[in-house]
């Protein structure tokens, strides 16, 4: 499905809630034009992953290949890296994912708040 001679680039899964879908973030610095600073910029492609084996904060290869769908142009070759946990990607950026045993202990609504007594008002 892929050929040898394909285009082939390297990036962060970005989502993975589609079946055999995923969204890929490549992230690259430019050179602007007119002042010079180099500037963050991002290119976002849907990929195909037959086997569902890529998750959000993967780093993944990905090939150029022949249209799968309407906006998948790309196929994952392999994964380069492992996401050390499950993961939630923010802008391109991951964002480790909250522990709910670590919260356990903490109160969720204010139903222990003290409040100072009301004092009466003398006519």
């Known amino acids: 499905m ?6 082939r680039l390297i990036g962060m899964v970005d989502r ?8 890929v973030v490549i992230q690259y610095s430019a050179r602007h034009p007119r002042y010079g600073k180099y500037v963050r910029k991002r290119t976002v ?4 992953d037959e086997t569902n084996d890529s998750h959000a ?5 990905i090939a150029e290949c022949r249209p799968v769908s309407r906006t998948k142009r790309w196929a994952l070759v392999r994964i380069v890296e492992r996401a050390p946990m499950k993961a939630e990607m ?6 480790k994912a909250k522990d709910p ?7 969720t ?4 708040s003290k409040t100072a007594p009301k004092k009466s008002v003398k006519k």
């Open 109 to 112: 609504t204010k139903t222990a």
């Open 45 to 48: 492609l849907q990929i195909h």
């Open 101 to 107: 045993l670590k919260d356990a202990g903490k109160p």
């Open 16 to 23: 993975d809630v589609q079946d055999r879908t995923r969204r």
């Open 57 to 61: 904060g993967d780093r993944v290869e």
């Open 90 to 95: 923010v802008y391109g950026e991951t964002v």
């Open 2 to 7: 892929i050929p040898e001679k394909s285009p």
